[in-house]
């Protein structure tokens, strides 16, 4: 169950996927493998966050900014790091943008300026965004070590995919929206169907499912 500080949070996370489940190849290819349409789609679906959030891996394999281009209202940038392993060098921190909140178990051992630092569990950290920062939308931009998380907490209200089956990926552990393959989880968690837009001539299909309590 959601925990009840979080209820009136939404969450929501937005991935492509291949034929096969993975959301990378096994030596984490960065993304650009699906088509400008769901690029398109990445970012209209910034435009409704409050905030967004990303593991380390995909803010810098991915070479992230986190902003939504052409409009004045931009989101919190936040990033899941337990080591700190930040170089400073990475694309956010040099792009103007929304606050930068970095979720982190070891502070990084060089200055970020101008970043809040938050050593809670990820359930304070959410509340801290909902209830200190006027968050009411959070969405999760990958990778799939950061959902897995917020998948144990029950807290993944909205996914949106982009089923790109034109590509198999192979590689018992690249990985899924849910993390590494083979580690289970406490309990399955069932998802209902709300949008399906075949996209022509792309060989790719926009979904959208919501979290549902029972199994459909
Ligand atoms: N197909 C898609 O739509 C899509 C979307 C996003 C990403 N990707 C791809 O996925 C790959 C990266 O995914 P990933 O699962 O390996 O990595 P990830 O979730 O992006 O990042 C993992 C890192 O984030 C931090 N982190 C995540 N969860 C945490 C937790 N519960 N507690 C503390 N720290 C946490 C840790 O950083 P530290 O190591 O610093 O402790 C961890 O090593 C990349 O290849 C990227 O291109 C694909």
Known sequence: MKP???SNL???ANFAISADG???SLDH??????SKADHQRLLDLRRDADAIFVGRKTLQT?????TVPQQERQPLRCIASASGKLTGEEKVFHTPGGAIHLWCQTLPSIELAGVTFHQRSLTEFLE????????????????????????EIDCVDELHLT??????????TAPTISGIP??????SQHFQLTHFEPLDGLDEVFLTYRRINTAP
Not at 29 to 34: E, L
Not at 128 to 151: F, K, N, Y
Not at 163 to 172: E, I, N, R, S, V
């Open 29 to 34: 290819r960065p993304s650009g493998w699906t």
């Open 4 to 6: 009840e500080s979080l």
């Open 182 to 187: 083979g580690l289970a989880m406490a309990q």
């Open 163 to 172: 089923w790109a089956a034109h590509t198999l990926f192979g590689g018992a």
């Open 62 to 66: 991915d070479n992230m900014s986190l």
């Open 128 to 151: 801290t965004l909902h209830q200190q920062h006027g968050v009411h939308h959070l969405h999760c931009e990958g990778g799939g070590t950061l959902l897995r998380a917020l998948l």
């Open 22 to 24: 993975k959301i990378s």
């Open 10 to 12: 939404t969450i929501s």
